[in-house]
């Protein structure tokens, strides 16, 4: 069983940044892929970005590419996601999640563990 601890939300004003992090623990992760997601209400969860742990390859959403990066530490079995430029429409729970699926899943129908989230607000 995955555990995933997301911090580092907060409130920001727009163009301001933050970084998330993702604490995961309760098995090796060769072969996991740690992703990010984020949730207004009312809405489905989104997909933000994901990290494929062995190889470090990165993927994002059109919204925040370019202006988010997503990386991680496998010494620390953490991932981070950096944001910057942060705009209004960033405000959201964003939650990571973790998959075993070899390809990369881009919906949360593809990860079976997540954090609890943690809100990220960005004032205009």
């Known amino acids: 069983q995955v555990q995933l601890l997301e911090s580092g939300g907060g409130l920001v004003q727009a163009g301001g940044s933050l970084r998330l992090s993702c604490a995961a623990s309760?098995?090796?992760?060769?072969?996991?892929?740690i992703g990010w997601f984020r949730q207004t209400p009312g809405k489905e969860r989104e997909f933000v970005a994901t990290?494929?742990?062995?190889?470090?390859?990165?993927y994002y959403s059109n919204s925040v590419k370019g202006r988010f990066t997503i990386s991680r530490d496998s010494a620390k079995n953490t991932v981070y996601l950096q944001m910057n430029t942060l705009k209004p429409e960033d405000t959201a729970v964003y939650y990571c999640?973790?998959?075993?699926?070899?390809?990369?899943?881009?919906?949360?129908?593809?990860?079976?563990?997540w954090g609890q989230g943690t809100q990220v607000t960005v004032s205009s």
């Open positions: 990290i494929k742990w062995s190889s470090g390859n990165t």
């Open positions: 999640a973790g998959s075993d699926w070899t390809g990369v899943p881009r919906t949360s129908a593809g990860y079976d563990s």
């Open positions: 309760g098995r090796t992760f060769s072969r996991y892929t």
